[in-house]
C-alpha cells in the first residue's frame, strides 16, 4: 500500500513546463559575496595572459599592457581593453594572497588537460606610474581597484583609456557609465581617503574625463602629500562563477557531510581564443557550452575548486551528487564526441552518434582529475538530468531518451523494451522514455539500464538511492495507465495532460516496487526526490491543477494559489511491500522479506494458503487458523519448510521468513499464496494489517 501526503506551496515560475532544479538568482544572492578569484594562466591562454578571471558570462584578461573584457550578449560577444596610459610598459601584474581555490579544465585527451591551476585575491601592478602602485580584488559582484599613491608621488598621472565602447559618461550620483553594443557596467563613485592614527580621513575625489569621452584620469581634493594616498574606485559588473546573467546555468545543488556546497551547470566557453582586437569578436564562438563543476567551502565565502568538462561542441551538466569522500558525480548530455570530449575508463567511450548523448564523470575530491567519464546512450537523443550515488560508490541516473533497445544500452532491466509508440517533436527538444541507470563504483560498466515510459511521453528528473540500493525516481509522463508501467501507487490512474510520477527501483534494477502518479486536472511534473531511513519518498515538483483535483492532503497549503504555477512536496509513504527472492523448485527456498514501516515492533505470524485463488483479505481470517501445510509444518510432519513464520517487525519496520520447498517433484504446479499478518490484541480480530499477498507456483 502507497500512501501520500501532498502540500503545494506558491512559487514565482512564470512560463515554460520544465523547472529548474535550482533557483539561479538565488544561488547568485547566496554566493554574492564570494571573493574574484584571479586564475594565473598555465597554457589556457596566450602568453601574453598574465592572470584572468573566469565569469559565468565574461573573462577578464590581466596583460602588461592592461584589462581586456570579454562582455558575452545574447547573439555575440564584444571585447573591451583597458589601458594605462603613459605608464611603465615593464610593469607586469603579480598574484598575491594565494587562495585554496584551483581551476581544472578537463577538454580532450588527458595529456591536454589544464588541471590545478592556482587562484590568487588580487593582482597587483607596482610602480604603474612612478610610486603609484594599481591593486585589483573583489566580489563576485564588484570588481575593486585601488591606485596606492606613495607620499610624494603624483595622481594626476593616473590616466586611463577604454577601447571598444560607444562612451563614457559621468552620472549624477558621480559614477561613470560605459556603454557597449551589447551592454553596459559602471566605474562606481570613487572614494579616497587616508589613514592618520588610525582613523581614515576622507579626501575628495571625482573623476575627470578627457575631451574624447573614452580616457578619464581623477580630480582629487586637498590632501597631505606626506602620506599615503588611496584612490579607490570600483566596477559594477558580474563576475560571478555561479548562474549569471543570461539566467538558468545552474542547474543542480549538492551539500556534502561537512556542509560545502557543490554545484553544476552550463558556462558559455572560451578559453580557447584571447580577443586581440576590440569591438565584435569575431573568435568566439557564443553558441558553444561547457559543464562546469564548483565546490564552495561550508561557510559560503570562498571556492574549493572549479573545473570545466567540455568538448568541442555543447555540453550541458544537469545533475550533481557527492559521495562521504567529498568526490562529486556529474550528469547531463553532450554532443561532443570521443575526439574532443574527455573520456577515461568509461562507463563508454565512444560517443553514440545522437544529437545528444548522456554523460556522467566522476570528479576527485581535490577537484583536480577526473576518475571516470563516459557515454550512456543510442542513435538518437539522449540527456542526463538526475543521479545519485550510494554508499558503496555506485552512480544512479535517470533522464530521457528517444533511443531504442537496439542502440541502448540496455541491460537487466526494470523494463529492456522502448515503449513510445507517438511521434516525437520536432527538434531540439527530445523526449521518449524515462531511463534509470546504475554505474559501478569503478565506472567501468552499467549494472543495470532499463526504461520507464509507457506510449507518449516521459523523462525522470531527479533520482535517490535508499541504503538497500533501491532507486527511487520523479519526472512527468503524458502516458495514461494503459501503457504507463503502474504498480502498487501512489496513484494508478493518470489525471491530466502531465502527471508526475514516483517509482521505486529494486536494488537488483529487475523490477519495480511501486510506480503511480501524483497530479490533477492539469500540468503537474516531479523535479526532486529524496528518501529517509524508512523508504519514505518525499518528491517536489510544479502544479497548474487546483486542490479540486490535486492529490492535496494535511498541509501545509490546501489551496492553489492562483500564479503560472505553484510548488508541491509529496511524501510517499510504503505502507508495507512484500518482496520475495529464490528458487521455486522443489528443493528451493523462497525468502519472502516485509518493509512494513507504520508497524514496526508489532508481532507478525505468516500465513499460506494452497490453491488457484490467493489469501481471502476481507474476511480477516488469514494467520488466525493456519492453513494445513503450515500445520503440518508445526505438528512437525513437514519440519522445517516454514522458517520464521512467526515474530516481530524489526524497529526498522523490517520483516524475514522463507519457505523451504520439499524436494517432491509432485509438488510441481501446486500454487502458494503469502501474506504477514501483523496482530494487535486492540484492533478488530487481532489483527493490526495483512501485507500484500505474494503467490508463487512450485516449478519444474
Not at 75 to 89: H, I, M, Q, T
Request: aromatic share 10%; net charge negative.
Amino acid at each position: 500500500m502507497i500512501m501520500t501526503i501532498a502540500v503545494v506551496l506558491t512559487s514565482s515560475f512564470t512560463s515554460g513546463q520544465e523547472t529548474p532544479h535550482v533557483n539561479s538568482s538565488l544561488l547568485e544572492t547566496s554566493f554574492g559575496k564570494l571573493r574574484l578569484y584571479f586564475v594565473e594562466n598555465r597554457g589556457v591562454y596566450p602568453d601574453e595572459v598574465k592572470y584572468y578571471i573566469q565569469g559565468a558570462d565574461k573573462t577578464l584578461f590581466f596583460t602588461k599592457t592592461g584589462i581586456t573584457f570579454r562582455l558575452k550578449g545574447k547573439d555575440r560577444s564584444w571585447v573591451v581593453k583597458v589601458e594605462f596610459v603613459d605608464a611603465n610598459p615593464d610593469v607586469s601584474p603579480e598574484g598575491q594572497d594565494k587562495q585554496q581555490a584551483v581551476f581544472s579544465y578537463f577538454k580532450g585527451q588527458e595529456k591536454n588537460w589544464k588541471t590545478g591551476l592556482p587562484t590568487f585575491s588580487k593582482v597587483v601592478y607596482e610602480d604603474l606610474w612612478p610610486g603609484i602602485d594599481l591593486i585589483y580584488k573583489g566580489t563576485v559582484n564588484q570588481l575593486k581597484y585601488e591606485f596606492i599613491v606613495k607620499p610624494g608621488a603624483d595622481p594626476a598621472k593616473i590616466r586611463v583609456r577604454y577601447q571598444g565602447v560607444t562612451g563614457l559618461k559621468v552620472t549624477e550620483t558621480g559614477s561613470i557609465r560605459v556603454e557597449t553594443p551589447v551592454g553596459s557596467f559602471e566605474d562606481d563613485r570613487p572614494k579616497a581617503w587616508q589613514e592618520t592614527n588610525r582613523e581614515q580621513m576622507p579626501v575628495d575625489l571625482a573623476y575627470k574625463l578627457q575631451d574624447d569621452n573614452t580616457e578619464f584620469g581623477f580630480r582629487v581634493g586637498e590632501y597631505d602629500t606626506s602620506r599615503l594616498l588611496i584612490l579607490d574606485p570600483a566596477i559594477v559588473v558580474y563576475c560571478g562563477y555561479i548562474g549569471g546573467s543570461n539566467g538558468q546555468l545552474s542547474k543542480d545543488i549538492a551539500v556534502d557531510v561537512s556542509g560545502s556546497v557543490y554545484v553544476t551547470g552550463l558556462s558559455a566557453s572560451d578559453e580557447k581564443t584571447f580577443p586581440v582586437k576590440v569591438g565584435p569578436d569575431l573568435t568566439y564562438n557564443g553558441g558553444l557550452n561547457d559543464v562546469f563543476v564548483a565546490k564552495v567551502n561550508a561557510a559560503g565565502t570562498g571556492l574549493v575548486y572549479c573545473g570545466y568538462i567540455g568538448g568541442a561542441d555543447d555540453d550541458f551538466g544537469t545533475g550533481i551528487a557527492v559521495d562521504a569522500g567529498g568526490n562529486a558525480y556529474v550528469t547531463g548530455s553532450t554532443d561532443s564526441d570521443e575526439n574532443s570530449f574527455p573520456v577515461k575508463v568509461g562507463p563508454e567511450l565512444t560517443h553514440n552518434g545522437g544529437r545528444n548523448d548522456v554523460f556522467v564523470a566522476k570528479v576527485n575530491a581535490q577537484g583536480t582529475g577526473l576518475v571516470y567519464c563516459g557515454y550512456i546512450g543510442g542513435s538518437g537523443d539522449d540527456g542526463g538530468l538526475g543521479i545519485a550515488v550510494d554508499a558503496s560508490m555506485n552512480a544512479y541516473l535517470t533522464g530521457s531518451t528517444n533511443s531504442n533497445e537496439k542502440t541502448f544500452p540496455v541491460k537487466v532491466g526494470p523494463d529492456v523494451t522502448y515503449n513510445r509508440s507517438s511521434p516525437l517533436p520536432p527538434p531540439p527538444i527530445f523526449y521518449g522514455d524515462a531511463f534509470v541507470a546504475k554505474v559501478n563504483a569503478q565506472g567501468t560498466a552499467l549494472v543495470y539500464c532499463g526504461y520507464i515510459g509507457g506510449s507518449n511521453d516521459a523523462w525522470g528528473d531527479d533520482i535517490a538511492v535508499d541504503t538497500a540500493g533501491n532507486a527511487y525516481v520523479a519526472g512527468l509522463t503524458t502516458s495514461d495507465e494503459k501503457t504507463f508501467p503502474v504498480k502498487a501507487g501512489p496513484d494508478l490512474k493518470h489525471n491530466g495532460k502531465v502527471d508526475a510520477f514516483v517509482t521505486k527501483v529494486n536494488a537488483q534494477g529487475t523490477a519495480l516496487v511501486y510506480c503511480g502518479y501524483i497530479g490533477g486536472a492539469d500540468d503537474d511534473s516531479g523535479t526532486g526526490i529524496a528518501v529517509d531511513a524508512g523508504g519514505n519518498a518525499y518528491v517536489t515538483g510544479s502544479t497548474t491543477s487546483d486542490e479540486k483535483t490535486f492529490p492535496v492532503k494535511v498541509g501545509p497549503d490546501l489551496t492553489y494559489n492562483g500564479g503560472t504555477w505553484d510548488s508541491f512536496v509529496v511524501k510517499v509513504a510504503l505502507l508495507d511491500n512484500l518482496t520475495a527472492s529464490g528458487t521455486t523448485r522443489p528443493g528451493g527456498t523462497v525468502t519472502l522479506n516485509l518493509q512494513a514501516i507504520e508497524v514496526r515492533g508489532l508481532p507478525y505470524q505468516l500465513g499460506t494458503s494452497l490453491g488457484t485463488g490467493p489469501i481471502s483479505i476481507d474476511t480477516r481470517q488469514l494467520g488466525l487458523h493456519p492453513d494445513m501445510l503450515l500445520w503440518m509444518s508445526l505438528s512437525g510432519l513437514f519440519s522445517g519448510i516454514f522458517q520464521n513464520y512467526a515474530g516481530t517487525i524489526s524497529a526498522q519496520g523490517w520483516a524475514k521468513a522463507a519457505i523451504n520447498i520439499p524436494n517432491d517433484p509432485k509438488l510441481i504446479g501446486v500454487r502458494l499464496h503469502s501474506a504477514f499478518v501483523t496482530l494487535q490484541p486492540s484492533a478488530p480480530s487481532g489483527i493490526k494489517s495483512i501485507s500484500n499477498t505474494f503467490s508463487f507456483s512450485i516449478t519444474k
